[in-house]
């Protein structure tokens, strides 16, 4: 699969001694995205053996403690290695405010460029996007503001049939157009067309991230058809009226989103104490 | 021992999978206490067993991350647990600054007063008492304002020796004087000296935690002659000019001044990736 999700913390606001708050590893074809950084995410990382250097970007949902408690620690500890590359870090624009203000505190000045991108209120659309994925984000409804993500990998360019390039005697210079599927044209003129070279890619796959939200098919647009969704639901149904008063979900309700959005695969998290 | 220790992280910076940073919890007769309290803390006192509700007072030494990233999301969980019962916090007074921002935009109101208690810079003295323990503070170098603290048992009274009350029919309420160091009357004017009814009660403990600090004998006076000494020694002497470069100590300068207070015993903290 080209991306895979790496669930690091998905208890709910209270942490326990080995269940983490919020934090997941989005892995698009080797290229590392991280969702939520509730407090371990880093202790997280190293055990699960994840770089945390390859971090490329970061998506903050909301101010909620157990869904960013980590991240300074996380950025600090980036900067203490010695990171050199940049990292984007998206998330409401108070997280910079905070940010700033422990490290100005610190007397830290980052050796790295954080390129901060600040989520406005009820926006949507896309936020990023490098050569392997395309992330944009949507509202959610919580008691702060609030933002899921969506992570689209990017459309793969189509697969060679080397023994059709060796039949043509194709020059290796013509490969990558052929790749993105055009025909080639031989010597005296016939056109061979590309899907006599080339066969379809593996489909692009989607992840979407619901975090903490209160049952709204607003979301639908934006989740629709995801190969994965994880959706936050910290209530069953018989603590439904609870749910709704916190701007939480039960477990249900979001089943229901996800057979609404013809949503491939559907994760419920976090695990409350209950 | 009145006064025992747990050491719930003392790693540098940095931290690993199993390895913490710094965070002490002080047991004074049962009563506890926080010093430092770096990310993850709060699962590490799970792990340990530790109560988080229990604890009475924490003490903050600076302003780096590895000894106060915890901090935000422990008092998060003693709120969200439902604490009643206030809490002491003391640190350097940006620490109420970026706790208040935190709260702020996590529209969290705490359920529990949170008594800050600033600590100025270069200030020494008692900073807490309560029935078990006073605490006091002292300066140290560091490359931002930095504090020590001293935990000294209150101490105990004498010890009643139950044969001897017996013999001279002493009435219960004359107990709590005599314990205090009263002597004792008989009916006929006979004074009975309260060391034929008492014993020494056990020494009062103590305990002092040196942050991350260079070398610097001006601590001498307030670690004198405790029973215990953490401190906190990044480097080996291999290391002095970086440990001198970075107000950091090495174990040979910390054992040193361990000898020149008299000090009991010394433990030597964090441990760094060296």
């Not at 903490?212 to 979301?219: H, N, V």
């Given at each position: 699969m080209a991306i895979s999700v790496t669930i690091l913390g998905s208890n709910s606001a209270i942490p326990t001694a080995n269940r983490f708050p919020t934090a997941q590893v989005i892995n698009v074809n080797q290229s590392y995205y991280l969702v939520d950084c509730g407090e371990g995410t880093q202790m997280q990382m190293r055990k699960y053996g994840?770089?945390?250097?390859?971090?490329k970007a970061i998506f903050i949902t909301h101010l909620h403690g157990d869904h960013y408690f980590g991240l300074i620690g996380l950025l600090n500890t980036m900067h203490l290695l010695g990171r050199q590359s940049s990292l984007e870090l998206h998330g409401p624009s108070e997280l910079l405010e905070i940010l700033e203000l422990m490290f100005k505190h610190a007397d830290t000045r980052l050796?790295?460029?954080?390129n901060f991108r600040s989520i406005e209120e009820n926006s949507a659309g896309k936020i990023y996007e490098d050569g392997q994925v395309a992330v944009s984000n949507f509202p959610l409804k919580h008691r702060i503001k609030c933002s899921g993500f969506r992570f689209d990998e990017l459309p793969k360019m189509r697969k060679i049939k080397k023994s059709a390039l060796d039949a043509y005697q194709?020059?290796?210079?013509?490969i990558k157009n052929i790749k993105e599927g055009a025909d080639f044209e031989l010597s005296d003129g016939t056109i061979v067309r590309n899907e006599v070279l080339t066969s379809d890619p593996l489909p692009a796959k989607s992840f979407a991230f619901c975090s903490?939200?209160?049952?709204?098919?607003?979301?639908l647009p934006y989740i629709n058809k995801v190969d994965l969704l994880y959706h936050e639901a910290t209530f069953t149904e018989e603590f439904k009226e609870r749910a709704t008063k916190n701007l939480n979900s039960t477990a249900k309700q979001a089943a229901t989103l996800a057979e609404k959005a013809e949503v491939g695969q559907l994760i419920i998290g976090p695990h409350s104490a209950r």
């Open positions: 994840i770089k945390i250097q390859r971090i050796q790295f460029d954080l194709v020059p290796i210079e013509k903490d939200t209160k049952y709204t098919e607003s979301i």
